[in-house]
């Protein structure tokens, strides 16, 4: 059983940088590949980013390409995503996931993860 609890949400301006973590409990959490999704108000769970278990591969949104990066230190049972450049459209709850079940190359489908975390809120103002 693995447990994922985000912090680092909260409110800045557009151009700002944040740094979101994901820190997971288990031990068998590097072995998972494992992504950041975004939800706002009243619209569906998109994908942002994804990393494989050992963090050779990444996938990301368009939309955050090259303004964001997930990492992952499995030292440390963490994964991150930074930041930059961000957007008042990047406001959002953002979620971290875990995917126990599919290959280790990280996946953008929301399907393919089968832990959440509760999530924690990133408002961008213009």
């Known amino acids: 059983q693995v447990r994922l609890v985000e912090s680092g949400g909260r409110l800045v301006q557009a151009g700002d940088s944040l740094r979101l973590s994901c820190a997971a409990s288990g031990r068998t959490f590097m072995t998972y590949p494992m992504a950041w999704f975004r939800q706002a108000p009243g619209k569906d769970r998109v994908f942002v980013a994804a990393?494989?278990?050992?963090?050779?591969?990444?996938r990301y949104a368009d939309s955050v390409k090259g303004r964001f990066t997930i990492s992952r230190d499995n030292a440390k049972n963490t994964v991150y995503l930074q930041m930059n450049s961000l957007k008042p459209e990047d406001t959002a709850v953002y979620l971290c996931?875990?995917?126990?079940?599919?290959?280790?190359?990280?996946?953008?489908?929301?399907?393919?993860?089968?832990?959440w975390g509760q999530g924690t809120q990133v408002t961008v103002s213009s």
């Open positions: 996931a875990g995917d126990s079940r599919g290959p280790l190359s990280p996946q953008t489908d929301v399907t393919s993860y089968d832990y």
């Open positions: 990393i494989s278990s050992g963090g050779a591969a990444t």
